[in-house]
């Protein structure tokens, strides 16, 4: 719930406070439309949120589901997320975010095996 009302309010944070799939999950569940910015030391990502559903993600030239994949392997960095009524967006996630979040939990789970 705090950490709700910080962002709605704007707020932003570290992600070595409240991780990347921390914060989609907490998004996604409570519906939430808007941006989360995320900018650390591996560079500058989108995600844009429309009703919990995440429409687009952007890391450098990346885009999509390969650059959520690769978001969630971040550690450090800061977020801001912008809350908004609506966004404008063509969606080029398709995969239900919580579907989306699991298979790249996984995804890190199996390359943490292989090294």
């Given at each position: 719930t705090r950490m709700m009302e910080m962002l709605d309010k704007g707020m932003g944070g570290s992600i070595e406070t409240f991780s990347i799939p921390e914060l989609v999950q907490t998004l996604a569940l409570n519906g939430r439309t808007g941006v989360l910015m995320?900018?650390?030391?591996?560079?500058?990502?989108?995600?844009?949120?429309e009703k919990g559903y995440i429409y687009q993600v952007t890391v450098g030239e990346s885009l999509g589901e390969q650059a959520f994949y690769q978001l969630l392997t971040w550690n450090e960095g800061q977020f801001q997320f912008q809350s908004a009524e609506t966004l404008s967006l063509k969606r080029q996630v398709h995969k239900d975010t919580m579907h989306l979040l699991m298979e790249g939990l996984?995804?890190?789970?199996?390359?943490?095996?292989?090294n």
């Open positions: 995320i900018s650390g030391k591996s560079g500058e990502a989108e995600i844009s949120f996984r995804r890190l789970d199996e390359n943490r095996a292989t």
